[in-house]
């Protein structure tokens, strides 16, 4: 286990529809990293949060969107869906972040939230 | 665009093999290199390295970076049935406040008894 939630474990839904995936960083951790893993695509970084602030963005489609709130969980929204969006979302946290002052931290991954859009 | 290309594919040994992973990439604003292992599940951090010809080691794994020539490697040594798994490359690129991280495909070990 380590120590990163995601809700739910899984989700299906209807094209054009909108859901929510939640993440609970480890505790002490600041960073929150955001991934897609399709069987096409392989693993993809989406987006990253450090402490209530966008810090790396990756290949995140604009129907994507996502924020960290001040108690540092985290929410993946994705909108208009398509039969495309279905893969595993990942959500990681670490102690610092990606980039800045602060030196890279080991990540810790969280067991994912496996989308299905029918 | 930011490019990680990873090979082999796919790779199966016997128990005791060593193996080498190779890593290549072409980025914009090199920070670091990552490699990750992922079972059957999600994935899990290995290493990461940022200076050029410096060895990080952990057990029976070990890897090591060249920034002239833009690749790591990732030894395996002993192989065991529990190192299969695809093992993920990744590098962080951008600038000292906002970053990238970009992924390779993978490749696919599976080590038989």
């Known amino acids: 286990d380590s120590g990163v939630t995601q809700t739910p474990k899984h989700l299906i839904t209807a094209t054009g529809q909108r859901v929510t995936l939640r993440c609970s960083p480890r505790s002490g951790d600041l960073s929150v990293y955001w991934y897609q893993q399709s069987l096409d695509q392989g693993l993809q970084f989406l987006i990253q949060y450090y402490n209530g602030e966008e810090r790396a963005k990756g290949n995140i489609l604009e129907r994507f969107s996502a924020q960290q709130f001040p108690d540092l969980h985290s929410e993946l929204n994705l909108s208009s869906l398509e039969l495309g969006d279905s893969a595993l979302y990942f959500c990681?946290?670490?102690?610092?972040?990606?980039?800045?002052?602060?030196?890279?931290?080991?990540?810790?991954f969280g067991p994912g939230t496996r989308l299905t859009v029918l | 665009e930011d490019k990680v290309v990873q090979s082999p594919l796919s790779l199966v040994v016997h128990e005791g093999d060593t193996v080498t992973l190779n890593c290549s990439y072409e980025v914009t604003n090199f920070r670091s290199l990552l490699w990750y292992k992922q079972e059957k599940k999600a994935p899990t951090f290995l290493f990461m390295l940022?200076?050029?010809?410096i060895e990080k080691k952990s057990g029976r794994l070990s890897s090591i970076l060249d920034k002239k020539e833009l690749f790591s490697i990732l030894n395996i040594t002993a192989t065991q049935t529990g190192d299969s798994a695809v093992y993920l490359c990744a590098v962080l690129s951008g600038g000292t406040s906002y970053g990238k991280l970009t992924f390779g495909q993978g490749t696919i070990l599976t080590v038989h008894p």
């Open positions: 990681a946290s670490s102690v610092g972040g990606l980039a800045g002052a602060l030196a890279y931290n080991e990540q810790f």
């Open positions: 940022t200076s050029s010809g």
